[in-house]
């Protein structure tokens, strides 16, 4: 089953950085993906799932969540996948290559100094890759287009 977009995004900010994105999806099939089940439940998007939150400080954590986004991104197969952060939506983003999914990965507001780790990483896997704050963009990228706040 192909679906449309499957939108990735952890607890926080993150989260509130991918439902401002998501507005401008509103035409589109959009499943989500987040970290803890209350927010599907605050912002009543009820077409969504609950994946473990992990970081690389927590290896069995981030073991767990591979496995989910893997059932996931394989079930759906979906046709793009855009995330916020934070290593959940990375791993969904790598995943997706799998089954051809095109990527676009928007680094977080709160990283004013320096890119996120996962925000440097993305750079080898995603098909666009964006920063929210001029001072950090590169002619090789990310490209900036924009804050979402």
């Known amino acids: 089953m192909k679906s449309g977009v499957l939108a990735v995004a952890s607890s926080g900010g993150h989260w509130q950085q991918l439902l401002l ?6 035409d589109l099939p959009v499943t989500f993906v987040t970290t803890k089940r209350e927010l599907l439940k605050q912002s009543e998007k009820t077409d969504g799932f609950v994946v473990y ?4 400080d927590k290896p069995l954590q981030v073991a767990k969540c591979l496995i989910q986004c893997a059932r996931i991104v394989f079930t759906l197969r979906p046709k793009v996948i855009i995330s916020t952060g934070a290593a959940p939506g990375l791993i969904c983003i790598a995943l997706g290559k799998f089954v051809g999914a095109k990527s676009i990965w928007v680094d977080s507001f709160a990283n004013v100094e320096q890119l996120s780790m996962s925000g440097k990483m993305a750079r080898y896997i995603c098909d666009h890759w964006v920063t ?7 002619s090789r990228g990310p490209i900036f287009e ?3 706040l």
Not at 53 to 56: F, L
Request: hydrophobic share 30%; glycine share 4%.
């Open 53 to 56: 939150d992990c970081n690389r």
């Open 21 to 26: 994105l998501s507005e401008s999806l509103q």
């Open 146 to 148: 924009g804050a979402l």
């Open 132 to 138: 929210q704050w001029e001072h950090l963009s590169r």
